[in-house]
Every structure is written in C-alpha cells, then in structure tokens.
C-alpha cells in the first residue's frame, strides 16, 4: 500500500520560509515523477512544481525563482519556499506517479501572514 506524507507547513510572515517534505511509504521499484500542488480556499488546486523521474523540474510562473523543488531520493521529495507572500497561503499537496496511478497526500496548511 502506496501513501504520501507530507510535512513542514505551518504559519509565516511574508518574506520567510518553510520546507515541506513528502515521503512515499510502501514498496517503489523506481524513481517515479512527483509534484506539490495547492489549493486556496474557493480556488481549484493548481500546479506549483514537479520533478520528473530525471529530474527536471518545472514550476509555476508564480513561485519561480522562489521554490524549488527537490529529490533526496526515490521516496522523498522536498519543496523549499523562500520569500514566501501571503497569496502563496493554501494548502499544499504531494503528487506522485507510480505505476501508472496518481497518489495524493493529505494535504499540508501553509499560512503567510502579511
């Protein structure tokens, strides 16, 4: 059984930064494609980085240059958000693709204060 954990978020003032972690429990055979998405109250989840299984990453025009995204190893992926702003303010979400199934975790809240 396959599930994502994630950790790290919590309550900030603009200008700083957090780290969320996500590991993947379970069996894996390989290094599989993974993403952070968020979601803002009233707002659909939206993208805001992912690494494929080569390591490419891609991110959302409004977190470049100020998230990255990061792979330990096969089973865990980080996100470091620096200069944080309060519309960065949602709850965020790891994503990984195994075996052809997308997984979700449950979800980590990360608050910006202005």
Known sequence: QVQLVESGGGLVQAGGSLRLSCVVSGTIFSINP???????????????????????????????????????????????MNSLKPEDTAVYYCN???????????????????
Do not use: C, H
């Not at 190893?73 to 980080?78: F, M």
């Open 96 to 114: 990984a693709l195994i075996r052809s199934y997308f997984y979700w975790g449950q979800g980590t809240q990360v608050t910006v204060s202005s």
């Open 34 to 80: 993974m993403g952070w998405y968020r979601q803002a109250p009233g707002k659909q989840r939206e993208m805001v980085a992912v690494i494929t299984s080569g390591d490419s990453t891609n991110y959302a025009d409004s977190v470049k240059g100020r998230f990255t995204i990061s792979r330990d190893n096969a089973k865990t992926v980080y996100l470091q």
